[in-house]
Structures are given as C-alpha cells and as structure tokens.
C-alpha cells in the first residue's frame, strides 16, 4: 500500500494531476508490484512564497 | 517528541479534528510512552483533485 | 484513504506499534468516518542522532 | 523543482527503484511541464513491522 | 540534493519566510556540505484548526 | 511547535547533524519566532539507492 506524496509548485490543472496520478500508480505497480487499488498519491501544493530553491523563494526568482 | 501527520481529504469539521487529535495523541501517550505535551499532530488537507487512489483522482470517482 | 505518518525515536516494540497503529485507525474510523481498510499508518523511526528538540539532539540529552 | 516520496514496504531491488524514479520522473516532465534535473524523488522504505493497513500491521498479515 | 519540509502554523510574511529558506539553506551548505543550488525547503502551513499539541488544537488554546 | 523534516543522503557525522539541528532551530526562533523549546527537527537519512535526481539513482552517478 504505497503512499506518494508530491510536492510542487500550485498551478496545475485537474487534466495535470489526473495524468500524473495516473502514470504514477502505473510505474509503480509494473515496476514494483504493487496493488493498483492499494496505491494512494497525494499532491501537496505550495506557493511561490512558500517554496525555496537555493535559498531563493521562487517568488523572487 | 513525536510528530503525526495525517494526510486526508478537506472537509472535515473542527469537533472532528479536535477528537482526532485528542485520540491519536492518548494513543501515543498510552502506548508507546511519549510525553503527552511533547507530541505534535498536524492535519494536512488535500482536494479531491489533488488525491488519488488507485491511479484515479477522487474528484473522478 | 488517509495516510498517516508518525515520526518518532526508535526503540519501540512490535506490540506497541500493533496498538499505536490500531488506536490511529480506529480514531480515523470512529471520529472522522474514514473506512477502515483504506487507512495506512507508517511509523518512522529516527535515531538519537537524527532527532532535535529546542535545538539539542537527543543524543546529547 | 518538485519532490517526490514515496513510501513503501521495504524489499525491492536497486533495478525497481531505479526504474520507480525514471517513471515517477518522466511523468513529471511530460504531463506537468517540471524541468527534468530539478526532480527529486526519495523512497523511503518501512519495514513489515512499521506499516499498517486496516489498522493491522503488515507483520501481522 | 536535499529537502527540507517546514510545518508550521499559517501566517508568516514573505519576508520571514524569505530568511528562513536562506538560513536553513546556508546551514545545510555550511554545515552538511550540499550544494546550495541542489536544496529544496517548502513551508507547509497549517491552520490553526490542523494542528495540536499535547492532544489540543492551536483553535483552543 | 513547528516540526522540520530533512530528507539526506545518509553519512553525515553527529557533529554535522547536531550543528544542522541548531541552526535550523535557531533559524526559526530568530526569524519566524518559534518557541525554542517546541521545535523538533528530524533527520531522514536515505541511501544512494534511494534518492534520485533528474530520474538517475545517486547510485548511478
């Protein structure tokens, strides 16, 4: 019962996160032989002021 | 000092997640022994078209 | 499907653990309406030299 | 500069992760227009002891 | 290439986030030896209503 | 009680964790205000074959 949580910037549309929930389950079940139905992804979205890179909030950049 | 984080879908009321966190926290507490002011619970909530269970988003089923 | 992570020092027994993941998810059920077989609860354990409060590591406590 | 985690049962091979990653990756590349070398994915593997579905540990199933 | 998640109750200002992403970032360039462009830090807000200590709500305090 | 989670390559000595821990720490009291006392900081060591950047295992590069 794998659990994936992603953590990236908001601003994807449903259509996006439905594919990526999509292609993740599936790798993760061909490649690692999990339960389909046991798999949960969880997509965990933060602001641009909430969210570094280099110690630069991407609201800077 | 133990963290807890539960990820689940919004939409649930303050009365339940006041239970909630009394309940896991007496777990804690009761059973592995950590310092009851010393344990931290946060809830995270996602929406149902950023959690998917078995490659399908929630706000699809 | 809620997910629960606990992050606490190492060193409990598997009979504390059997508990702590059975009082989780029996809060989930009872106060939150989750359905109980779409719980996961995992248990982290860090070590005294991976672990800080106020700053200090465990260890050096 | 997304960050992926991806808990799971302890046991799989290198070959599974490796290719778990690749997947995980391109599908972030491909579907959510993330650039490919800012892409972290960590799989952080829990033992049959530690993780619990339904409220029952996997040790235990 | 490491990554740093922050829970912390909601209401900072951009600029105490701004000098908390570049301190965490300088002390893991410093004193763990990463590259400064290769390190994540996201800040997780919760509300008041999504975080407990001691088995109490921030709310309720 | 804000809770941080670093996610790292395993191999760091206790002296550059223990350092980590109070900078980190004293990060968010300065500058974000925390209590000191009510600050934890967990250390999640991974292995090279366990992380990937850019889709490749470290255990690759």
Same mark, same amino acid.
């Not at 949580?5 to 079940?29: H, N, P, S, Y």
């Given at each position: 019962?794998?659990?994936?949580?992603?953590?990236?910037?908001?601003?994807?549309?449903?259509?996006? &996160? #439905?594919?990526?929930?999509?292609?993740?389950?599936?790798?993760?079940?061909? =490649?690692?032989? +999990? &339960? #389909?139905?046991?798999?949960?992804?969880?997509?965990?979205?933060?602001?641009? =002021?909430?969210? +570094?890179?280099?110690?630069?909030?991407?609201?800077?950049?």
């Amino acid at each position: 019962m794998p659990m994936v949580q992603v953590t990236m910037l908001a601003g994807r549309t449903v259509e996006q &996160k #439905r594919k990526l929930a999509q292609r993740i389950t599936d790798a993760l079940v061909e =490649e690692a032989g +999990a &339960k #389909r139905e046991a798999i949960v992804v969880a997509i965990n979205e933060v602001s641009r =002021e909430s969210y +570094a890179t280099g110690g630069v909030l991407m609201a800077d950049k």
